[in-house]
């Protein structure tokens, strides 16, 4: 089983109690403060590899950024589905897995919080600051453009899935990062064509974007992620690194 630890840096006395599950050893979760305090810190969720603590090697970080219904300050929503669902259920990744949740009423858009993030979590894991890649499905979909919008220069590959709640403005700053995006056909919650449009957009202007059309899926496609089916998507981020 992944273990895991649930961090949080909204005040000091968070960070504080974090320090204490942090690379050097523990796996007991530690305090949980979620808060309006600063709005550039996002409470997140940490899946480490099993064979972390008995080695000194650094890892890639994958980030995954869950769908609306998962918005709130209860960081259980965030377990229900998707890559942090998969590790409560066991899979062993060999990549360090960090799940933040947007609050309520936002976008992953509405505020800068991956660059904290990524600063603490770099802080207290041995990240390969080269092999960083951002998902999400939904509302998460749409946060990887919009975040990788961003700051473009900060993830070696894109995964967005069914992405909902972003646009194609400024899209062609991700030109030089490697996406692969999928969307079922049959998707009534958010409508195909939106990925269609994006992914138009980044061929235009050069973008190195693959996309998978699924035929005849809806709206629930996390099954993508599963390493055993025919898209290897996970094989496939940690393919790649940085460009410099």
């Given at each position: 089983?992944?273990?895991?630890?649930?961090?949080?840096?909204?005040?000091?006395?968070?960070?504080?109690?974090?320090?204490?599950?942090?690379?050097?050893?523990?796996?007991?979760?530690?305090?949980?403060?979620?808060?309006?305090?600063?709005?550039?810190?996002?409470?997140?969720?940490?899946?480490?590899?099993?064979?972390?603590?008995?080695?000194?090697?650094?890892?890639?970080?994958?980030?995954?950024?869950?769908?609306?219904?998962?918005?709130?300050?209860?960081?259980?929503?965030?377990?229900?589905?998707?890559?942090?669902?998969?590790?409560?259920?066991?899979?062993?990744?060999?990549?360090?897995?960090?799940?933040?949740?947007?609050?309520?009423?936002?976008l992953?858009?509405?505020?800068?919080?991956?660059?904290?993030?990524?600063?603490?979590?770099?802080?207290?894991?041995?990240?390969?600051?080269?092999?960083?890649?951002?998902?999400?499905?939904?509302?998460?979909?749409?946060?990887?453009?919009?975040?990788?919008?961003?700051?473009?220069?900060?993830?070696?590959?894109?995964?967005?899935?069914?992405?909902?709640?972003?646009?194609?403005?400024?899209?062609?700053?991700?030109?030089?990062?490697p996406?692969?995006?999928?969307?079922?056909?049959?998707?009534?919650?958010?409508?195909?064509?939106?990925?269609?449009?994006?992914?138009?957009?980044l061929?235009?202007?050069?973008?190195?974007?693959?996309?998978?059309?699924?035929?005849?899926?809806?709206?629930?496609?996390?099954?993508?992620?599963?390493?055993?089916?025919?898209?290897?998507?996970?094989?496939?981020?940690?393919?790649?690194?940085?460009?410099?």
């Amino acid at each position: 089983m992944i273990r895991f630890v649930f961090l949080v840096a909204i005040i000091a006395g968070a960070l504080s109690a974090a320090a204490g599950c942090g690379a050097g050893g523990g796996n007991q979760p530690g305090d949980v403060t979620p808060g309006d305090a600063s709005t550039d810190h996002y409470p997140y969720l940490v899946y480490l590899p099993k064979d972390y603590n008995a080695s000194k090697k650094v890892y890639p970080l994958v980030v995954y950024l869950h769908g609306s219904s998962a918005r709130g300050n209860h960081l259980a929503l965030v377990k229900g589905a998707g890559l942090p669902r998969m590790a409560e259920d066991g899979a062993a990744f060999d990549f360090i897995l960090v799940a933040p949740q947007c609050p309520t009423g936002k976008l992953w858009s509405s505020d800068d919080w991956s660059v904290p993030l990524l600063k603490e979590v770099a802080g207290k894991f041995r990240i390969d600051k080269d092999r960083i890649y951002l998902t999400g499905v939904s509302m998460g979909g749409g946060g990887v453009f919009d975040v990788a919008k961003q700051h473009p220069g900060t993830f070696a590959a894109l995964a967005p899935l069914c992405a909902w709640a972003s646009d194609t403005f400024q899209l062609c700053k991700l030109k030089d990062v490697p996406v692969w995006t999928f969307h079922g056909t049959e998707d009534h919650v958010v409508p195909v064509a939106e990925t269609d449009q994006k992914v138009k957009v980044l061929k235009d202007c050069g973008g190195q974007v693959k996309y998978t059309r699924l035929k005849g899926e809806g709206h629930a496609i996390h099954f993508v992620y599963d390493p055993a089916n025919e898209y290897r998507l996970l094989e496939w981020l940690l393919s790649h690194s940085r460009k410099k």
